[in-house]
C-alpha cells in the first residue's frame, strides 16, 4: 500500500514498472498525477481517492497496461470526478466507496443493515429495548456489552472497509416506587431500581393493624405482586 499523504502531486512515470504496487491512497492533499505516473504497475488494484476535496488533476495514461484498477472516491467529490475530462478515459473505473453497516442491538429490537456512502451522513437507527435508554452506536463489543469508539451521528462516514458491525450501548432506566402508607408509617416513601434489580416491596408499620400488602390503585383492588 503506498499513501501519498501531506503531497500535492505525482511526477511523470513516478511508479512505472513497479510490479509490486497493489494499493494506491491518494490522501487528502494530492492535486496532480503525472502522465504514465503508474504505467506497468500490473498488480495495482485500488486506488483510493475517498479523501480527496476536489477531483485530482491527471495527465496522459496514467493507468498504462495496469489491468483495471478500482478508483474510489467519496460521495462527496463523485461528481468532480465523473465529470473531469482527464479522467473520462477512466470513467468505468470510478466507483463511490461504500460501506456495508450492521447492526448489533444486543438485546434490543432486530434492526436493517445499511449501506452508505464514503462521506455521507448516515441515518443511523435508534433501536428500543424494554427496560433500558439507548446510548448510541459502538464499533466493538466486550464481554456483550458496547465498547470501544462511539460513532457520531452527526459527523460524515469515513469508514474504509467494505463492511462493518456497529453495536448498541445500553443503560438500564431507572424507575421509582411510590408509597402511599394509608396511615402507616415505614423509613422511605419511594424506592428506585431499574430492570436488572431484584425488587423487594418496603414494609409498612401501622399500631393496631396488619399490612395486607400494596395496591396499585385507591380502591385496593389491583395488587401490585410480590
Known amino acids: 500500500v503506498y499513501k501519498r ?13 513497479n ?6 491512497d491518494a490522501g487528502n492533499t494530492l492535486l496532480t498525477i503525472g502522465s504514465y505516473a ?12 475517498s479523501d480527496a ?3 485530482v488533476s491527471i495527465g496522459e495514461g496514467i493507468f498504462e497496461m495496469c489491468g483495471d484498477p478500482v478508483v474510489y472516491v467519496s460521495s462527496v467529490n463523485a461528481a468532480g470526478f465523473q465529470q473531469s475530462e482527464g479522467w473520462a478515459a477512466y470513467a468505468e473505473n470510478i466507483e463511490v466507496r461504500t460501506t456495508t453497516i450492521t447492526f448489533d442491538t444486543l438485546g434490543g429490537n432486530t434492526t436493517e443493515s445499511i449501506v452508505v456512502e464514503y462521506a455521507d451522513y448516515p441515518e443511523l437507527p435508534t433501536p428500543v429495548r424494554t427496560g433500558y435508554e439507548f446510548g ?16 457520531d ?30 396511615g402507616g408509617t ?4 419511594q424506592t428506585a431500581y431499574t430492570i436488572e434489580d431484584a ?21 385496593l383492588t389491583e395488587p401490585a405482586g410480590e
Open 5 to 17: 499523504q501531506g503531497y500535492e502531486s505525482v511526477s511523470e512515470f513516478a511508479f512505472a514498472g
Open 38 to 49: 503508474f504505467m506497468g504497475c500490473e498488480a495495482l488494484e485500488e486506488v483510493d481517492f
Open 153 to 182: 451521528p452527526t459527523a460524515p462516514w469515513t469508514n474504509k472497509a467494505a463492511a462493518v458491525t456497529l453495536y448498541a450501548a445500553w443503560t438500564p432506566t431507572e424507575y421509582i416506587i411510590y408509597y402511599e402508607p394509608n
Open 186 to 189: 415505614m423509613e422511605t416513601t
Open 199 to 219: 425488587v423487594t416491596f418496603a414494609l409498612p408499620t401501622r399500631d393496631g393493624y396488619t399490612f395486607a400488602g400494596w395496591y396499585t390503585d385507591e380502591a
Open 53 to 55: 476535496n476536489n477531483a
Open 19 to 24: 510490479s509490486t504496487l497493489e494499493t494506491v
Open 136 to 151: 448510541g452506536w459502538y464499533d466493538s463489543v466486550q464481554d456483550g456489552e458496547a465498547a470501544g469508539q462511539a460513532i
